[in-house]
Each structure stands twice: as C-alpha cells, then as structure tokens.
C-alpha cells in the first residue's frame, strides 16, 4: 500500500512564528503536493514538486515556500504564520499523471 | 486559469437509489481524471480513476468520460449510508508532469 504521512495530525502555533509541515512517501512518486482545504473552498493547489529541487507555484502560494531535497519529503513552510493560515493541510503523492494518494491531513491553527 | 466545476450539492437521494454526480473541465488536453471520496474531518481517498473516453465500472461504481463535452460523471448504483460523503473530482493538467486540480466537491446526503 502506498503510505504518505504527515508529520503532525494537529498543530497549534503562534502568529509570526515559522512553522514547518513534513510530508514523507514511501512509493518513489515524481510528484508531490500541498494543498489547503477550507469550508466552502475545497482544496486549493499551494505548491507542486514534479522532481527534486523543482517546484511549481499552484493557486494560492503567498506566504508558503516549499523545499523538497529528497524525493520521499516534501516540507511546506509558513515562513511567518498568520491566522488566515490556520486551515487543514493536505500532502499527496503521484506518478507522473496517475493518482494521488494523500496524507492523513495536518491541521493547524495560527492564534 | 484551469478549472474543475462541480455542483456542489448536498444531493440526497434515498437508499437502494442511483447516485449521479457531474464535472466539468476547462482544458482540452487533460488526460487523466479521478474521483475521490472524502469523510468528514478525514483525507480524500481515490475511488475511480478513468484516463479514455467511455464508462468504467468498479463494483457499484461507474465513471464516465466525455472528452469531446469536457465532462466525467460518477454514478453510485444500489446507494448506501455509508455513501454519505463529498465526492470530490479530479483532472491531471499537467501534461507529462502531471499537476492535479480539483473540483470544490459535491456533498451526498443517502437517506435510509
């Protein structure tokens, strides 16, 4: 079974703070990806890595940065949280142009 | 900008009925789509994937692909309870790299 885990499953972090999100596959994907996912708004595409060291600005990337220097991690970092940011973080992983697959889901709350 | 619409519901329907949930997509040269299904407070688990034009059934499941309209459908035959979900929609437009967008999700609501 593919398997991609996120680091933490509840997050509770202060306004300014840097905060990192770690997502880690064990299937060898060439994709992975960061999405957030708010009431009303489904899941909006923040950052994608099709390889190491690349990545591609999805919807909504203000604020984020991302940083995939293995093939099985791919990290999201808040690089100053603010409480709009508090929302459901979601990691997923893919072959080129199959399936995803997500993990369990990170969600953190900037107060 | 690349787009995935859904409806987003709730659509009730009683038990024992058919479920149809729709999607469109904005670009020609999408190849490959996928529905997926997602409780409350939990991720999005895949549940069909359809890459060519025509139906594709799994169980009671069916996916239907119409590149020509830029539309895929998902029919849930003999619905359960347990259907109660958001069923979300998903189509990959990244060419060769394959970058994956999705619908806002339809809320089924199966009625014992």
């Known amino acids: 079974d593919v398997k991609v885990t996120q680091s933490s499953r509840y997050l509770v972090k202060r306004t300014g703070e840097k905060v990192f999100l770690e997502c880690v596959q064990d299937?060898?994907?060439?994709?992975m990806f960061w999405y957030r996912q708010d009431p009303g708004l489904g899941l909006r595409l923040i950052y994608f890595?099709?390889?190491?060291?690349?990545?591609e600005k999805g919807d909504i990337p203000e604020g984020y940065s991302v940083s995939r220097e293995k093939k099985e991690r791919f990290s999201l970092i808040l690089e100053s949280a603010s409480t709009n940011q508090t929302s459901m973080y979601l990691c997923?992983?893919?072959?080129?142009?199959?399936?995803?697959?997500f993990g369990q889901g990170t969600r953190l709350t900037v107060v | 900008q690349k787009e995935v619409e859904q409806n987003s519901g709730p659509l009730s329907v009683p038990e024992g009925a058919i479920a149809s949930l729709n999607c469109t997509y904005s670009?020609?040269?999408?190849?490959?789509f996928f529905w997926y299904r997602q409780y409350s407070g939990k991720s999005p688990e895949l549940i069909m994937s359809?890459?060519?034009?025509g139906d594709k059934e799994d169980g009671r499941f069916t996916a239907q692909l119409n590149k020509a309209s830029q539309y895929v459908s998902l029919l849930i035959r003999d619905s359960q309870p347990s259907d109660s979900a958001t069923y979300l929609c998903a189509v990959n437009y990244g060419g060769s790299q394959g970058n994956l967008i999705f619908g806002k999700g339809t809320k089924l609501s199966v009625k014992p």
């Open positions: 997923a992983s893919s072959l080129r142009v199959t399936e995803a697959f």
């Open positions: 890595s099709y390889d190491v060291k690349m990545k």
């Open positions: 670009d020609r040269v999408s190849q490959s």
């Open positions: 359809i890459y060519s034009n």
């Open positions: 299937m060898d994907h060439e994709n």
